[in-house]
């Protein structure tokens, strides 16, 4: 997996032969800056952007390669007992309002240089058949992370934050919240050097600015009933610029992007997911000590734990959740959640690049 936070690649190793997944391994491989500064570009036009689209697909490619080997080597299995690879993709535009959604990474060449069998491109068939094409991964929280009796909420907040709801008496559900970490990442990277505000340490040296975020707070896309998903087609640093004034400190202005994601993500939950006891985080910003004790203080009637309590490696729960789609996939069952997408019905996801 390979996320809207763009900073590298998360490779996990898993065994689904049992009802529980089993996380053999895990490899982390980062992001140079030159291949995210060009993936960021790819978000948006430029010349001859359907030439770099595919150099940078290749080169993608190369890379997921090369974070699997270290997979291999730290369990002693062959690739050829390897049933697939999941492989998301890395999504540079996201449009399910005009039909279709794009992921590169050339599944066909990582099949190549592993000698796997490669399932990718996962979202187009959901979008084909009505949907918003996400969030996906609410599926796979549905089958290995639903009590019998207590109100769950698995919360991600990665680039962007997406909430799923289990309620144990109703249908799961889920939809995006808004901008996780990319707004509040950017914004440090701009002014500390930093990719990211570790801890939340420089939000909580800040003031909120109450204007700016009643300006960020007024975009439609909080208003928006789900399904509904969103990614760095809307929410980036051109929409950020956009709501100042130009005389804020930055220190304010990540306090405020910060304040942002928690205050969205709390409207969300009680609003959509009313009689929760307990959120379980996942992804990057479970990492952020003033994120979290945020919302534990804006959401006081449930309890706050990382989906490590529950046996999911909050960091690889992305990917774990990719190598279950793809283990649907091989065995022809639906991966998709209509009620969480949109889609009019369950689809089989994804398309699959055989190995010999």
Same mark, same amino acid.
């Given at each position: 997996?390979?996320?809207?936070?763009?900073?590298?690649?998360?490779? /996990?190793? /898993?065994?689904?032969?049992?009802?529980?997944?089993?996380?053999?391994?895990?490899?982390?491989?980062?992001?140079?800056?030159?291949?995210?500064?060009?993936?960021?570009?790819? +978000?948006?036009?430029?010349?001859?952007?359907?030439?770099?689209?595919?150099?940078?697909?290749?080169?993608?490619?190369?890379?997921?390669?090369?974070? @699997?080997s270290p997979l291999l080597a730290q369990t002693g299995i062959e690739a050829a007992r390897v049933s697939a690879i999941g492989c998301h993709g890395q999504t540079i535009r996201h449009c399910p309002e005009h039909g279709y959604t794009l992921q590169i990474g050339n599944a066909a060449l990582l099949a190549e240089l592993t000698g796997i069998t490669v399932v990718?491109?996962?979202?187009?068939?959901? @979008?084909?058949?009505?949907?918003?094409?996400?969030? #996906? /991964?609410?599926?796979? %929280?549905?089958? /290995?992370?639903?009590?019998?009796?207590? +109100?769950? @909420?698995?919360?991600? !907040?990665?680039?962007?934050?997406?909430? $799923?709801?289990?309620?144990?008496?109703?249908?799961?559900?889920?939809?995006?919240?808004?901008?996780?970490?990319? #707004?509040?990442?950017?914004?440090?990277?701009?002014?500390?050097?930093?990719?990211?505000?570790?801890?939340?340490?420089?939000?909580?040296?800040?003031? !909120?600015?109450?204007?700016?975020?009643?300006?960020?707070?007024?975009?439609?896309?909080?208003?928006?009933?789900?399904?509904?998903?969103?990614?760095?087609?809307?929410?980036?640093?051109?929409?950020?610029?956009?709501?100042?004034?130009?005389?804020?400190?930055?220190?304010?202005?990540?306090?405020?992007?910060?304040?942002?994601?928690?205050?969205? !993500?709390?409207?969300?939950?009680?609003?959509?997911?009313?009689?929760?006891?307990?959120?379980?985080?996942?992804?990057?910003?479970?990492? &952020?000590?003033?994120?979290?004790?945020?919302?534990?203080?804006?959401? $006081?009637?449930?309890?706050? %734990? $990382? $989906?490590?309590?529950?046996?999911?490696?909050?960091?690889?729960?992305?990917?774990?959740?990719?190598?279950?789609?793809?283990?649907?996939?091989?065995?022809?069952?639906?991966?998709?959640?209509?009620?969480?997408?949109?889609?009019?019905?369950?689809?089989?996801?994804?398309? !699959?690049?055989? &190995?010999?």
């Amino acid at each position: 997996m390979s996320g809207t936070s763009l900073d590298g690649i998360d490779a /996990v190793l /898993v065994d689904l032969s049992q009802p529980e997944p089993l996380q053999l391994a895990k490899h982390y491989l980062p992001f140079d800056d030159d291949l995210k500064n060009t993936l960021l570009a790819l +978000h948006l036009p430029s010349d001859n952007e359907l030439h770099q689209a595919q150099i940078t697909g290749n080169q993608l490619a190369r890379l997921y390669a090369q974070s @699997i080997s270290p997979l291999l080597a730290q369990t002693g299995i062959e690739a050829a007992r390897v049933s697939a690879i999941g492989c998301h993709g890395q999504t540079i535009r996201h449009c399910p309002e005009h039909g279709y959604t794009l992921q590169i990474g050339n599944a066909a060449l990582l099949a190549e240089l592993t000698g796997i069998t490669v399932v990718n491109d996962f979202r187009s068939r959901d @979008i084909a058949a009505g949907g918003q094409g996400a969030p #996906l /991964v609410p599926a796979f %929280h549905d089958h /290995v992370l639903r009590h019998p009796n207590i +109100h769950r @909420i698995i919360l991600n !907040i990665g680039g962007i934050s997406n909430l $799923t709801n289990l309620p144990p008496d109703a249908a799961t559900s889920g939809f995006d919240c808004g901008p996780g970490n990319l #707004l509040m990442d950017a914004w440090c990277a701009k002014h500390t050097g930093k990719p990211y505000d570790d801890n939340g340490a420089w939000a909580a040296s800040g003031q !909120i600015l109450p204007e700016l975020l009643e300006r960020m707070l007024k975009e439609p896309f909080f208003f928006l009933p789900p399904p509904k998903s969103s990614g760095r087609d809307l929410f980036n640093m051109t929409w950020l610029q956009n709501k100042l004034q130009g005389n804020e400190t930055a220190a304010d202005v990540q306090a405020t992007l910060l304040e942002l994601t928690c205050r969205t !993500i709390a409207q969300a939950i009680r609003q959509h997911c009313v009689g929760a006891k307990e959120i379980y985080l996942c992804g990057g910003g479970a990492h &952020n000590k003033t994120l979290r004790n945020r919302l534990s203080a804006m959401l $006081t009637d449930c309890s706050m %734990h $990382t $989906t490590n309590t529950l046996g999911i490696d909050g960091d690889y729960m992305e990917a774990i959740a990719f190598a279950w789609m793809a283990q649907q996939t091989l065995h022809g069952k639906p991966a998709n959640l209509p009620r969480v997408t949109g889609a009019k019905h369950p689809c089989i996801l994804g398309a !699959i690049y055989r &190995n010999l």
